[in-house]
């Protein structure tokens, strides 16, 4: 039997490249002699670059220095060369959340992913990625267009990764849904919205695309610079293999650090359900029934927090008892009812 283990990064717990080798090692353990292969995968979040660094052997990580931080400070800059001419730039890794030293809401700037992407252009890029989820500002992508300059997309064009979506304005957009997780104030919601509205007016492009408002509106900058969005965790499986690998297995197991209604809306685990015929979803927590078989690492350890504390112990486990679905039931817990 051939299974091929693709999950994300539990999110604050696990990184997808260890939740994978957790999970691989767990079905091998009852299941010796099947073909197991790890697919890490991302949804243009956080772990992006991870994930391809550990699925694309010819990725080759580029320093670009020292750029600007969200919070004005200097931080490292990376991008990934691929053999082809693409660059691979993450959003997370210089402009997110978790390097905020304390929110700033109003203050927190995209600016080190533009300086980042013009290095990777300036190396003579053919293509460009731009993973974006993981963001600390809602600044429209001002200052990440500033830092551009007067750049454009390479010859193959700029493809932006993102992880909701969501429009630029209004009551479902970049302020009203995401700036109060960075720390905004209901005051300053109304703010951002309207700075965002000024942006718009500025740049001219449609706010309505969907991902417009990811990133608190750097995809609605990178859209209007002219670069194309998609979402992130189908174009994360063609880069990896996964669609390919996926179509010739027996089972997928995928999972993330919650399932919920949200992950049916592009994120990993709801790809990998609409791309593949069997799938095991395991996950930290499973809010909502996926309709295959799937393991909650919460109840495997009894409370969350000791899921938490454990995790590639607990995704051992999950994957022991996929395969121990397997023995039992055969493909069928793993099909989709009907």
């Known amino acids: 039997m051939r299974v091929v283990v693709a999950p994300d990064s539990f999110k604050g ?22 073909d197991v292969v790890q697919i890490p995968q991302a949804d243009g979040g956080d772990g992006t670059l991870r994930a391809l660094v550990s699925a694309i052997p010819h990725a080759v990580p580029r320093s ?18 691929m053999r082809d001419g693409t660059a691979v730039v993450e959003l997370a890794m210089v402009s997110g959340f978790t390097l905020m030293p304390r929110l700033d809401p109003l203050g927190a700037t995209s600016r080190g992913l533009g300086e980042v992407m013009a290095r990777a252009l300036d190396a003579g890029c053919e293509r460009l990625v731009v993973a974006i989820g993981g963001s600390a500002s809602t600044d429209g992508g001002l200052p990440m267009l500033e830092a551009l300059g007067d750049r ?19 009551p479902a957009g970049a302020a009203a849904v995401f700036a109060p997780q960075k720390g905004a104030s209901a005051a300053e919601v109304a703010l951002l919205e309207a700075r965002l509205e000024a942006v718009a ?7 309505t695309v969907p991902g417009a408002g990811a990133a608190g509106g750097v995809g609605y900058a990178l859209s209007a610079w002219g670069a194309t969005l998609v979402e992130g965790a189908p174009e994360i499986a063609r880069l990896t293999g996964l669609d390919a690998a996926g ?4 089972l997928v197991l995928t999972g993330e650090g919650r399932f919920d209604a949200q992950s049916l809306l592009g994120k990993v685990t709801g790809h990998a359900l609409a791309a593949f015929p069997r799938v095991g979803v395991i996950a930290g927590e499973v809010a909502a029934d996926p309709g295959v078989w799937s393991a909650s690492l919460a109840t495997l350890a009894g409370t969350r927090e000791a899921a938490m504390a454990e995790p590639e112990r607990w995704l051992e486990a999950a994957g022991r008892a996929a395969a121990a679905a397997r023995e039992r039931s055969g493909p069928r817990p793993f099909e989709p009812a009907g």
């Open 64 to 81: 670009v220095g020292r750029v600007t931080g969200p919070a004005g400070q200097d931080v490292g800059g990376i991008y990934l060369e």
């Open 152 to 170: 454009r997309p390479p010859a193959r064009g700029a493809v932006v990764l993102t992880d909701v979506r969501a429009p630029l304005l209004g």
């Open 247 to 250: 179509a010739a297995a027996d």
């Open 13 to 34: 717990t696990c990184a997808a490249d260890r939740a994978a080798a957790a999970i691989a090692d767990g079905w091998r353990a009852a299941r010796r002699g099947d």
């Open 201 to 207: 007016a500025r740049l001219g492009a449609d706010p």
